[in-house]
């Protein structure tokens, strides 16, 4: 499975990006997909899973109200929309593949993107 990030970018605090996660795999609409996120001289921090139907959705306390995931199975593709954004949010964006279940720890996760940069400059 390989998994592309991208759309991240420079934005000013308040503004809005949307992040997308295109898969490979043929089984994408099977998998549990999320976004994690890495600031520099931090951990790898969760931000949100969904379930491969769509209708399961979970979220950092830090994101909730202002980002929301999603995903379009017949495109193979998981969005991150982030509303507010906040000088905070600057990091590294990774979206990640469960072969099965989901969870909300990196080790629950089996597949990675290579990742996309997201500044918020106040």
């Known amino acids: 499975v390989q998994l592309q990030a991208f759309g991240g970018g420079l934005v000013q605090a308040g503004g809005s990006l949307r992040l997308s996660c295109v898969a490979s795999a043929r089984t994408f609409a099977s998998n549990s997909m999320a976004w994690f996120r890495q600031a520099p001289g931090k951990e790898r921090e969760f931000v949100a899973v969904i379930g491969y139907s769509g209708s399961s959705t979970v979220y950092a306390d830090s994101v909730k109200g202002r980002f929301t995931i999603f995903r379009e199975n017949a495109k193979n593709t998981m969005y991150l929309q982030m509303n507010s954004l906040k000088p905070e949010d600057t990091a590294v964006y990774y979206c990640?593949?469960?072969?099965?279940?989901?969870?909300?720890?990196?080790?629950?996760?089996?597949?990675w993107g290579q990742g996309t940069q997201v500044t918020v400059s106040s």
């Open positions: 990640a593949s469960a072969l099965a279940g989901w969870g909300t720890a990196p080790d629950d996760f089996d597949y």
